[in-house]
Every structure is written in C-alpha cells, then in structure tokens.
C-alpha cells in the first residue's frame, strides 16, 4: 500500500498542530507531533540534570534510550523545557536520531493508509517527497498572544512579553542553524493562520480535496 504523507511546518506556536489534529480527524490520518519528541528528549536531559552544552554526555544518554514515548504530557509544554528542546535541535546527531525514529513510526504503522507529521524540517528534509507540503505562516504577535492564551487556560502563570520574547528567540534559533534550519520547503503551500480557523481550513480543505 503506498502511504500518503502530509508535512506541516512552521514556526513556534503557528497553529501546526491544531491544523494536523484537523486533517488526521477528517481524513482519518495518523499525527505524529516531532516536536514532541525533541521536548522528550530535552525532558530526560533536564530530568537527569545534563547540561545541553555536554554533547558527549547527551550522545551517550541517547544511545541508551531503547524506548522513548510518544505521549502528550503537560510536562512537556513549559517554556523551560521548550527552550532546552530548541538548544538540543542544533544537533545533527539529535535531529537523526529524532528523524529515525519518525520513518520507524510511518513504517510500523502497516496498515495506516496516510500521515500528518508536523514540525519544522518535515517537508524540506525528513519527508522531502511528501504527498502535500504545508507551511504555516503568522505574525510573531499572533502566535504568542495564542501562546499566552493556552497556557494561561491550561493553569500556567505566564506573561505575555516573556512568551513573545521566547517565541522571538526560538524562531531565530530555528531559522539560523546549520542543520536543517526552518525554511518553506520545496514545493510547499503556504497557509495563512492569522485569521479565524475558519479561515484556516478552507485554505487546507481545497488542498486537500484530492486526499
Ligand atoms: O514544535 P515544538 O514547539 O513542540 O518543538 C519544540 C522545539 O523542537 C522547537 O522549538 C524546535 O527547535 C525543535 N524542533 C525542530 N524540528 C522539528 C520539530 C521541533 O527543530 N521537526
């Protein structure tokens, strides 16, 4: 069977995921989040107290991981463990290891017909030959006001100017690396979310109309 995969990237707190959620709810899509699994990571680094700048000590601790989760947790979403995810993404080593382990998700899933990965290299590097390719477009205001919004509702203490600057430093961070930067892959459809979701999905629907 030959699977269809959808990309989505984007900046931080574009929206990417809530747009993924959308396609694999209406077309019956498995999601996988990447970026999950780069906070994971920068989870177990914290947890055990390694320092981001230890590179040998975060190869070492990689190599011994035999299964890492793939699950949601509040734990993962503080903006101390976003930051110490976006320092431990410079890593080729980090980024193959968190690119492997996206193929063995897609190749496990035998009888799953289509996928919707998000993150910020899925179309330009890990699934260059996707089906369809997205990237999610909106101002820096936008995002972190949704930011502040969640986090808030969700029981976090937060303040605005913190959450904007953050978001400020991962995109630079994101755009600037040398592996695998933040771009608009080849071929990508760029989607506006800075309007209503409403908006958002008749962009994704009439892309998707052939799905
Ligand atoms: O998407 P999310 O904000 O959860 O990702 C956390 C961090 O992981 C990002 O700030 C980014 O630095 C890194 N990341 C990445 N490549 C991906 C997904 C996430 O570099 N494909």
């Not at 707190?13 to 709810?25: H, P, R, V, W």
């Amino acid at each position: 069977m030959k699977k269809i995969i959808i990309t989505i990237d984007g900046p931080a707190a574009s929206g990417k995921e809530k747009i993924a959620k959308y396609i694999s709810k209406k077309w019956k899509f498995k999601h996988l989040d990447s970026g999950l699994l780069y906070r994971r990571l920068a989870l177990i680094l914290h947890n055990e107290k390694i320092e981001t700048k230890d590179i040998n000590e975060i190869k070492k601790r990689i190599e011994k991981i035999n299964n890492i989760s793939f699950r949601r947790s509040k734990k993962l979403r503080t903006q101390e463990i976003s930051q110490l995810a976006s320092k431990i993404a410079i890593h080729q080593f980090v980024r193959q290891y968190v690119n492997d382990l996206q193929y063995d998700f897609v190749s496990k899933h035998k009888k799953i017909r289509g996928f919707v990965i998000d993150g910020r290299d899925i179309g330009s590097v890990v699934f260059k030959k996707a089906n369809l390719k997205l990237y999610i477009e909106v101002n820096s205001e936008i995002r972190a006001k949704r930011r502040y919004k969640q986090l808030i509702d969700s029981g976090e203490k937060s303040i605005y100017r913190k959450i904007l600057m953050d978001v400020k430093l991962r995109d630079k961070k994101d755009k600037m690396r040398e592996n695998s930067p933040l771009i608009i892959p080849n071929g990508a459809h760029i989607i506006n979310n800075n309007k209503s979701f409403k908006h958002t999905i008749n962009q994704i629907n009439k892309l998707m109309e052939n799905f």
